[in-house]
């Protein structure tokens, strides 16, 4: 049997004359479970290396078909179907509303497994551009709710522009999609967190999520409600993106409507990477 030991040494005077003291430590179990660590995580990356790739692709392969359904479909309905009965365009009617989800969710797919790939370097950015911009995109679900938004001064992060623009848009359209009914208040802000971070909300007065749901909805394909549209890959989306970034998202606790809470590093915190980068220390967040 092979024993790892580390060995500490110290020298004193012992009875007046100089000894060395030597401790031997057995390091056998700390230097397997070490090992058996590195081994498991270099299984975890190569796993979910694979389970990104056959998501792109998967994805990206089903598209095909799907456009071939869409296009012909559409050509059933523009030439064919005054010949059709009430129930035969009943069902073609089916079929129109079966494709187009299955298109979202085979996009939110594509999108959700392409974070990692389709990255951008950090760079500082001005997270507010980014939320106008997220704002420009939502603007027909903004004036047909006739949601109001406030935006109030968010700072500049060290992040990927097109996907903090993904984050806000996911999280202000489930704000306005999920207002039930009334008119949708939904109020970004940010503050600063610790190490150089900021702490940011998006709230609205919505429905809600239960207590006991608000981590089950990070989680691919959950949604609480099926009446309202949706594929539930959102927030599972945006939860990519912020550990991406290494922030962490999560559903503040309260009784009334929804507030998503994400922390993103600063610019200060890209600053002391560069310094450590250089002087060859480390840095973390
Ligand atoms: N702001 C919100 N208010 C109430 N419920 C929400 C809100 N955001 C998300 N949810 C719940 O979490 C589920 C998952 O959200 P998401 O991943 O964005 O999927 P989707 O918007 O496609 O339903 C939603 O279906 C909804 O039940
Ligand atoms: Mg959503």
New binding site residues.
């Given amino acids: 049997m092979v024993i790892e030991v580390e060995l500490h040494t110290q020298g004193l005077l012992f009875d007046r004359r100089p000894a060395d003291v030597i401790v031997a430590v057995d390091v056998s179990e700390r230097q397997h479970a070490e090992r058996e660590l590195r081994r498991r995580s270099q299984d975890l990356a190569r796993s979910n290396a694979d389970l990104e790739q056959f998501a792109s692709v998967a994805a990206h392969d089903l598209q095909e078909p799907l456009r071939m359904i869409d296009g012909h479909l559409h050509v059933i309905l523009n030439n064919h179907s005054q010949g059709l009965g009430p129930r035969a365009r009943q069902h073609l009617a089916f079929v129109v509303d079966a494709a187009a989800r299955l298109r979202d969710m085979v996009r939110g797919v594509l999108v959700y497994a392409r974070v990692p790939a389709h990255a951008a370097a950090f760079a500082p950015v001005d997270s507010a551009a980014a939320a106008w911009e997220a704002l420009g995109f939502l603007r027909h679900a903004v004036d047909q709710s006739g949601a109001s938004v406030s935006i109030v001064d968010l700072p500049k992060v060290n992040a990927d522009f097109n996907q903090l623009r993904q984050l806000f848009q996911?999280l202000i359209?489930?704000?306005i999609?999920?207002a039930g009914g009334a008119r949708p208040e939904v109020a970004l802000r940010a503050e600063p967190w610790t190490d150089g971070c900021w702490r940011f909300t998006v709230s609205?007065q919505?429905?809600?999520?239960p207590a006991h749901q608000r981590e089950r909805?990070f989680g691919l394909f959950?949604?609480?409600?099926n009446q309202?549209d949706?594929?539930?890959?959102?927030?599972?989306t945006c939860r990519r993106i912020v550990e991406r970034h290494g922030g962490r998202i999560w559903i503040e606790d309260g009784d009334h409507g929804?507030t998503?809470t994400f922390t993103l590093p600063g610019p200060t915190v890209v600053a002391k990477q560069a310094h450590a980068a250089e002087s060859g220390g480390d840095y973390r967040a």
């Fill in positions: 996911n359209g489930n704000a999609k999920f609205d919505g429905i809600g999520i909805v959950q949604r609480l409600d309202i949706g594929c539930g890959i959102g927030l599972a929804t998503v």
